[in-house]
């Protein structure tokens, strides 16, 4: 086990570098003057130009600044962005904010998907099951924009039940309706991924042998079938769990939430290389990261894997 | 070794004249896309203390629905019971609540199954699934289910038992993980064990070992011991009675040894003839021709007519009953004497 997630651990570190030289490659060789724009109208002045290529190192090739850059990335320093701001301590903040939002939304999809999906998967072609299949098409086929406005306007605006908009604190109260839209989705497909499987289980040899040691009903299929049954359920959460730490542009943007999504977003369109390029790295990081907790966990629930 | 006692006194099932259970004209139907299959018509078959029963049979022929059904494992729909009555110590399990039902299942009657890496579940430790056992119907707490659960795999004979007590399923091999089904199914001491095709999917070396082993358990438990299996050579030498079935129905019965030395039901015939055999050395195996009957367009007359080497005109119009020929020997065939005698 020790070994494994050593051998991970290094296994990522190629992945790493190369993701992270592609970005900074194709962030900052872009054709075209770097410092167009950011001196008003006119042109910048030979000494400004000078200073700048001087500090990001544009004179160097181009793997040598990269190395530079990545020197200071596992110092912890990104850097500072054209505001002069340290990306760090912004991105910190923007994930401890993205970090609640995808946990949140996390918990939705897991309590309500896998519930629904046991119901549903209990009985198939019950009237649960109709009602979870009518229900989460209807959830997979609504874009999550629609979702967001939508529900943002009933139930903040009109209803006055949730927070219209997230303030810098982003409390939880704030986030309920935000983490519910962007989790939405995942919801659905939790619920059905809980439905096949569990009917699926239900039907398993050992489900019988439970019955035949005179389990009740609950225990039979809450404990012997549903344990089974959740096993690439969690391991969806997992992946899902990655995915959300990459922000969420759309639900940011409609509740005005300050999270990494909308980092990148503006980092992007502002041609802010360093903001974006340290955004990124930090996200591979903690995407690869998650991805072996998942296989861990993996490991866990499912005792036939073996990581040795 | 230290087991569970429980006081027999208190036992609130016990046999009558030693008759465990009476199954009488089990009728058990599925409702498929195809149509109804008649998977048990009339099924009759009792069991007594300490006795082995042998139900033999091809694949098809009801040994596993009559098995689930007197389980009360059975899948209710598709299956439907269309009528019969299960006396286990003279109550009819059928007319029983589900409450009740749970509570025989595991204490008087339990069950082992072919495929024990199937139908063990594969992410809980085998201690566990064995102590579950005490800790449902005993009420017993984790640790000293879990010291039974150690007790009965050492009976079980699963070397260094309690280390590898906390192992999972596919941790052992096909035959340690059928004595496990096993430990787990004489747990709380069963007055009736049902086994459907317990060897099947063993070697022949374990399965011999298995076999030995259930008879063990039985003769030390005096427990009633019903064996499922296609093929009479496993159970010639465990086994007291037999009952043959075809398509959903008890076509023979009798003692072993007297089934084994000459059969008075044709299908039974071809069975026999259909296992190696060291007194015929050297002749050709036999495989009954043509296949079992579609159960939801059983054929009129007798439903083996259509591959009886012996069937007449009568065969394809009377369904025979099944009758004594001679004492203690019963066939439904309209020629059982000839059979006998011939
Ligand atoms: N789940 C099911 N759905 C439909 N028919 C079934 C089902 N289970 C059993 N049957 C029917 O019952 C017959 C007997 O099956 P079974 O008792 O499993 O045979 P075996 O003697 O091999 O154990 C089968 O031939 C099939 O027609
Ligand atoms: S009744 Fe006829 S068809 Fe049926 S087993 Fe006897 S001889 Fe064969
Ligand atoms: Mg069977």
Known sequence: ?308 | MTTVTTDPSAKQYRPENGRLLDVEELHVEFHTQEGVARALNGVNIYLDQGETLAILGESGSGKSVTAQTVMGILDIPPAKITGGAIRYCGQDLLQMGEEQRREIRGPEISMIFQDALSALNPVFPVGWQIAEMFRVHRGLNKSDALDQAVHLMERVQIPGARDRVKAYPHQFSGGMRQRIMIAMAIALDPAVLIADEPTTALDVTVQAQIMGLLKELQEERQMGLILITHDLGVVADVADRISVMYAGRIVEKAAVHDIYANPAHPYTEGLLASIPRLDRKGQELYAIGGLPPNLTRMPPGCPFHPRCGRARDICSSDDPDLLEVVPGRLSACHFSEEVLNG
């Open chain 1, 1 to 308: 086990m020790g070994k494994y997630i050593v051998r991970r651990l290094l296994q990522m570190i190629p992945v790493v570098l190369g993701a992270t030289f592609l970005i900074y490659a194709m962030v900052f060789a872009l054709p075209g003057d770097p410092t167009a724009g950011k001196c008003g109208e006119r042109e910048c002045s030979e000494a400004y130009k000078a200073a700048f290529y001087e500090k990001y190192n544009l004179n160097d090739p181009l793997p040598i600044q990269y190395g530079k850059y990545m020197a200071n990335v596992v110092q912890g320093d990104l850097g500072e962005n054209q505001y002069g701001n340290d990306v760090a301590g912004e991105l910190g903040d923007r994930y401890l904010v993205t970090g609640k939002l995808a946990l949140m939304a996390l918990l939705w999809e897991g309590v309500i998907g896998i519930a629904a999906g046991a119901l549903a998967g209990i009985r198939k072609g019950g009237f649960m099951d109709s009602l979870v299949l009518v229900s989460t098409l209807f959830l997979i086929s609504i874009p999550v924009f629609v979702t967001g406005v939508v529900s943002q306007f009933f139930l903040g605006v009109k209803w006055g039940v949730a927070s219209v908009t997230v303030s810098a604190d982003a409390t939880v109260y704030e986030l309920l309706l935000p983490s519910f839209v962007l989790g939405s989705l995942s919801m659905a497909y939790i619920a059905r991924l809980t439905r096949t499987n569990l009917a699926e289980n239900l039907r398993a040899d050992y489900v019988r042998t439970a019955k035949a040691k005179g389990l009740t009903p609950q225990r039979t299929v809450g404990l012997h079938a549903l344990r089974n049954s959740l096993i690439p359920v969690v391991t969806f959460m997992g992946y899902d769990f990655g995915a959300l730490l990459g922000g969420a542009i759309v639900t940011e943007g409609i509740f005005n939430i300050q999270g990494v999504g909308g980092y990148i977003f503006r980092g992007v369109n502002n041609r802010d290389g360093v903001a974006v390029v340290g955004a990124v790295t930090v996200l591979v990081v903690a995407y690869l990261l998650v991805n072996l907790l998942v296989d861990l966990l993996y490991g866990l629930l499912d005792p036939r894997i073996s990581h040795d």
